[in-house]
C-alpha cells in the first residue's frame, strides 16, 4: 500500500517527536504492508516554516536511518501545505513541495474556520497544472454548512483524500459519519493514515481499507490505497486514473460543466 500523507519526520512539525519514535512508526506501517510512504509535515506559515528542500534534507537521513536499522520502507516526500494566497506561486517555484515530485500536493483547509474563496483556490490550482488532494475533509469542524462545496471541489478535479482512521472511529463519531458519507457519495479517491505518533494517530492503512471496502467494495477499497496513490507516485496523468465511482465521465455528464472545464485547462496547462 502507498501512505501519501504522513508526519513521520522527527521533531519538524506536530508528527514524530524525535528519533526513535519515526522509527517505531515505520515499523507499524511496514507490518500494516506500507511499502511506500510520503512524509509530509505541515507547512504553515507563522508556525511551521519547513519548506521543500528542508524536508527533503529530513527525508534523506531518516531514509539512511531507516536503511541502517533493516526498515523496509521506500520514502519520498511532500507536505501538509495549509491554504495560503502564495500557495500556487510557491508550488511553481518549489519552496512548496508536491508528492514525489509530481503534479498532485496536499491541500489542507483550516480544521475550524471556513475557507474563503474554496472554489477559488481549486480552480488556480488546477489551471496552473496541479491536482490539489483535499486533505481529511471529513474531520473539518465547518464542514457540515458546506458540504457541496466539496463535492463540487470533486467533480470539479480535485482529489479528496480521506483519514483511514476516521472510518474506525479513531476521531470520533462525526468524522466517521463524514467520511462514511463521502465513501457512499463515490467522491473519494484515496485513504492516507495522517499518522503522527504511536498511540493516538499511528500509521494505520489496512484498517481504512477495509471499513472502505463495506460502502465502495473490495476492487475500489483497493483503489484507495494502492492504484490512486500508486499512479499519484508516479505522477500519472488524471484522464489514466480510474475515478471513484460517483464522479463518472465529467465531460458528458452536463451537470458537470465546471468540471470538464477544470479538466481541460489541465490538459492544456500541462
Not at 528519533?19 to 507490518?31: F, K, Q
Request: proline residues 7%; glycine residues 8%; contains cysteine.
Amino acid at each position: 500500500m502507498y501512505d501519501l500523507h504522513c508526519h513521520l519526520l522527527p521533531n519538524i512539525d506536530d508528527g514524530a517527536r524525535d528519533l526513535p519514535t519515526a522509527l517505531e512508526m515505520a515499523r507499524i506501517a511496514a507490518g500494516d504492508g506500507i511499502t511506500h510512504l510520503a512524509c509530509t509535515p505541515h507547512i504553515y506559515p507563522g508556525l511551521f516554516e519547513n519548506t521543500a528542500e528542508s524536508i527533503a534534507k529530513a527525508v534523506q537521513d531518516l531514509d539512511q536511518e531507516l536503511k541502517s536499522h533493516g526498515i523496509a520502507l521506500e520514502l519520498s516526500y511532500g507536505a501538509d501545505i495549509q491554504v495560503v494566497p502564495e500557495m500556487v506561486g510557491n508550488l511553481h517555484s518549489c519552496i512548496f513541495p508536491t508528492i514525489n515530485e509530481s503534479r498532485y500536493f496536499l491541500f489542507e483547509p483550516s480544521h475550524h474556520v471556513p475557507l474563503q474563496n474554496f472554489d477559488g483556490y481549486v480552480f488556480d490550482s488546477i489551471s496552473a497544472g496541479f491536482v490539489p488532494m483535499i486533505t481529511h475533509p471529513e474531520r473539518l469542524r465547518w464542514l457540515e454548512d458546506h458540504y457541496r462545496e466539496f463535492v463540487s471541489a470533486a467533480h470539479a478535479g480535485a482529489w479528496i483524500q480521506l483519514t483511514a482512521g476516521s472510518l474506525v472511529g479513531r476521531f470520533g463519531k462525526a468524522p466517521r459519519y463524514w467520511a462514511e458519507k463521502m465513501l457512499d457519495d463515490g467522491i473519494v479517491h484515496l485513504l492516507a493514515t495522517d499518522g503522527h505518533n504511536l498511540k493516538s494517530r499511528p500509521p494505520l492503512l489496512a484498517e481504512g481499507a477495509e471499513a472502505a471496502a463495506k460502502y465502495v467494495g473490495k476492487e475500489e477499497a483497493s483503489r484507495l490505497v494502492l492504484e490512486r496513490p500508486g499512479s499519484v507516485w508516479e505522477n500519472a496523468e488524471p484522464a489514466d486514473i480510474s475515478q471513484p465511482p460517483g464522479l463518472g465521465d465529467f465531460d458528458k455528464d452536463p451537470g458537470r460543466k465546471a468540471g470538464g472545464l477544470l479538466r481541460r485547462l489541465f490538459r492544456s496547462a500541462r
